[in-house]
């Protein structure tokens, strides 16, 4: 298993991008979660196989119709044992 964390900056709070981050996601089969930053960006960290975590990464550069993404960044993270994909 992998473990990345995204931080997604441009207009991605208020339209929807944590609800169709974890849609995404559980498509996938990843787990993890999506939560909202104090300076309006948005943290994702997904867990599971590489190919499916890359296919996320591609998604959250677009993201829902609503988002204007200005940027994704990537690092690894902590392998935690998460059941699911939670919205915080």
């Not at 991008?17 to 559980?26: L, S």
């Not at 990464?57 to 204007?68: D, F, I, N, S, T």
Request: hydrophobic share 45%; aromatic share 10%.
């Amino acid at each position: 298993m992998n473990a990345y964390k995204f931080i997604v900056t441009g207009v991605v709070q208020g339209v929807g991008f944590r609800y169709h981050t974890k849609i995404k996601a559980c498509s996938l089969g990843l787990t993890g979660f999506a939560k909202n930053l104090p300076d309006r960006s948005v943290e994702v960290v997904a867990i599971g196989q590489e190919k499916d975590i890359l296919s996320l990464e591609a998604w959250l550069k677009k993201g829902p119709v609503m988002a204007r993404v200005e940027s994704v960044s990537k690092e690894s993270a902590d392998e935690a044992l998460v059941n699911g994909f939670e919205i915080f």
